[in-house]
């Protein structure tokens, strides 16, 4: 119990929920932004996997981190691309669009990192951002800015989602997209941008893994996150703010797993900690589903003039 | 631009299409041989050579397309349904362990039946083992509305690691020098050998058996009708009668059996034990043999078969003139969704 206590009052072990956090919460987002508009993307852990190599070759390559961070999400939007092409324009199944996507991604992007290192056992690394400091805040201060940047997404997300006349055709699409239509909307239009966007946002996830919390790229290294993104949204009621708090419920109990395992007080095999966040993904989907409120148009592809 | 419904659907599109996406996969694929700077001709002829120039490849080819025909219906039977069982490669797992966990040595301590009673019952443990994997998800679905993608997928990474901690502690094979892997299964559990001198086992002819099983099922049976039904329309088959809770158990149980089958069946007929990498992702390509398939089970086997060809032939190419293996899984991906996009355009034309 004491140990328990005391990991809790460690700065560090803060410090760990918030960077475990930080892929959550910007994949979250993007997952919300696409569902929002009424578009399942399961294409989420190829393309975290395409932006955590297309971010790590780009600085390896010799540009920027910003360039990395850049690249990933060009990644991102193009990869959401072919997904809003697939589901929004020609209206296919958003479950096997996304599966595919997800698939081809990572595909691509192991193919990708054998041809540019045939022969490397051990993965070449890269100068990863550094804690930024100096902002006088302890937990924040040990983060570095995508940490930053993914904490400012959230209100701004929200803002325009609930504020602007943007946010309100988002949400109109994803709801009932005759009746946008009907005000002038145009739905594949805006259902394409939010597609692109979301995705963009799960690029910088995957690259917010090379960039900032490791410096190198691994096979297998998303591992799931993607798919507890998905799971995420729902717990989230597909709220930009819920979003936020359930990603760093999930990584406190991430960190606290890990903590307690390193501790030596594990009595129960490894495993069985590692089991907890996709426990807890489940356990979340079902307490949240009774009352969950989907988009009403989510996985409904729309054809003009078709009933 | 928008897509007009066809009338009638051309006989000559049907065919074309599949061969026209397969062609332009091929040739998106070869840019790709293009940029690790191999000849691509030289490339695709190897990668034909390693999965069918002989008959040690042959084998090899339908060795690899045994678990995938299974895990390839799987997905088929449940996708039928609208319901998107992603959680194959658990289930293939669960089977796995269920299958040594019956039929295995245990040092000496294992059942000492007949393998006429034992067999049987093992595979049968493997099929109740996936089947009981998927019955949660496929509950959660139908009484709670849980989108079944979701937990499915979750649940292989739970199985993934329940794998890992059997194989660290109770399941562990003593004699295996500190290997992470279980007890071995039981000699005379072992499947016969389909030619001599391969890997190719017999196994693969209960897989066809199972596919022509449930092509009759889907096209023939009461259930096989309830089954499309849901998936066409949930809600219309309810209103019609068709008890859909049962329905969605009842693929939940075919679905998650096929794909504990396809583990005891590795197992039983090529690795005789359980280790955390006996399935390269077959749950996952099961999805997309399901979809080149069009979800026709009889389809299955030729799609597993085109598969596993690619996966073999990959591994073969590679090692001869060096073009990353991923190659394989490039190409069926992108088979996959240009497939899907070709199917379109057989139902659909472009109106401007």
């Known amino acids: 119990m004491t140990e328990l206590l005391d990991i809790l009052a460690s700065v560090p072990f803060w410090v760990a929920v918030l960077r475990v956090a930080t892929p959550l919460i910007l994949g979250t987002l993007g997952v919300l932004l696409c569902e929002r508009a009424g578009v399942l993307n399961l294409g989420i852990e190829g393309i975290m996997v395409a932006g955590a190599f297309g971010g790590w070759l780009t600085v390896y390559a010799g540009h920027g981190l910003w360039t990395g961070v850049l690249a990933a999400a060009a990644i991102g939007a193009l990869l959401g691309l072919l997904h809003a092409w697939l589901t929004v324009g020609l209206a296919l199944s958003q479950h096997v669009s996304g599966l595919g996507l997800t698939m081809l991604a990572t595909a691509l992007s192991y193919y990708g990192y054998r041809v540019a290192f045939p022969k490397v056992e051990t993965p070449p690394t890269i100068t990863p951002f550094a804690p930024m400091q100096g902002l006088g805040l302890p937990v924040l201060d040990a983060q570095t800015p995508l940490t930053l940047l993914a904490l400012l997404l959230v209100p701004l997300i929200a803002w325009v989602l609930y504020r602007t006349p943007l946010g309100l055709a988002v949400r109109m699409v994803g709801e009932n997209p005759r009746a946008a239509e009907g005000q002038g909307i145009r739905v594949l239009a805006v259902r394409t941008g939010a597609i692109v966007a979301g995705s963009a946002l799960m690029g910088v996830a995957g690259a917010f893994l090379t960039l900032s919390a490791f410096n190198a790229f691994y096979f297998n290294m998303v591992n799931g996150r993607g798919w507890i993104c998905v799971a995420l949204v729902v717990f989230a009621s597909w709220r930009p703010g819920k979003a936020l708090l359930g990603a760093l419920l999930f990584a406190f109990f991430d960190a606290l797993q890990l903590r307690l395992q390193q501790s030596g007080s594990a009595v129960l095999p490894y495993q069985l900690y590692l089991m907890l966040p996709y426990l807890l993904s489940i356990l979340a989907l079902v307490v949240v589903a009774r009352k969950a409120t989907y988009p009403q148009a989510l996985m409904k592809p729309y054809r003009k003039g078709e009933r | ?352």
């Open chain 2, 1 to 352: 631009m928008r897509l007009e419904k066809r009338p009638q659907p051309s006989r000559a599109a049907q065919l074309g299409a599949p061969l026209l996406a397969i062609l332009f996969t091929l040739a998106l694929s070869g840019v790709l041989v293009l940029w690790a700077g191999a000849p691509v001709g030289r490339t695709y002829a190897l990668l034909l050579q390693g999965a069918f120039g002989s008959t040690f490849a042959i084998t090899e080819t339908l060795t690899r397309a045994v678990p995938l025909i299974l895990t390839g219906l799987a997905a088929a039977v449940a996708f039928k349904a609208h319901f998107y069982n992603i959680g194959a490669e658990g289930q293939l797992y669960a089977g796995a362990l269920a299958a040594v966990a019956v039929g295995g040595l245990h040092g000496g301590t294992g059942l000492e039946w007949s393998p006429y009673v034992l067999f049987p019952l093992m595979m049968i443990a493997a099929a109740l083992a996936g089947a009981l994997w998927l019955l949660g998800p496929a509950l959660m679905k139908a009484r709670l509305g849980v989108d079944e993608v979701v937990t499915t997928l979750l649940l292989n990474f739970v199985m993934l690691l329940a794998v890992s901690a059997l194989l660290d502690g109770p399941m562990k094979d003593p004699m295996a020098m500190g290997w992470p892997q279980s007890v071995a299964l039981q000699p005379d559990l072992e499947l016969g050998k389909l030619v001599p001198q391969t890997r190719l086992h017999t196994g693969l002819l209960g897989a066809v058996a199972l596919a022509v099983a449930m092509w009759t099922l889907m096209a023939r049976t009461v259930a096989g009708f309830r089954i499309r039904a849901v998936g066409a329309n949930a809600r219309a088959a309810a209103f019609a009668g068709v008890p859909v809770t049962r329905t969605l158990v009842l693929v939940a149980l075919l679905s998650g059996g096929l794909a504990g089958l396809a583990g005891a069946i590795e197992v039983a007929g090529r690795t005789g034990y359980v280790t955390l990498d006996m399935s390269p992702g077959y749950g996952y390509s099961g999805i997309v043999i399901a979809m080149l398939a069009g979800l026709n089970p009889l389809g299955v086997v030729a799609a597993a078969v085109f598969v596993a060809g690619v996966l073999v032939g990959a591994d073969s190419m590679s090692r001869a003139i060096g073009v990353p293996t991923y190659l394989a899984d490039v190409i069926v991906a992108v088979a996959l969704l240009a497939v899907l996009v070709a199917g379109l355009f057989t139902q659909y034309r472009i109106k401007r």
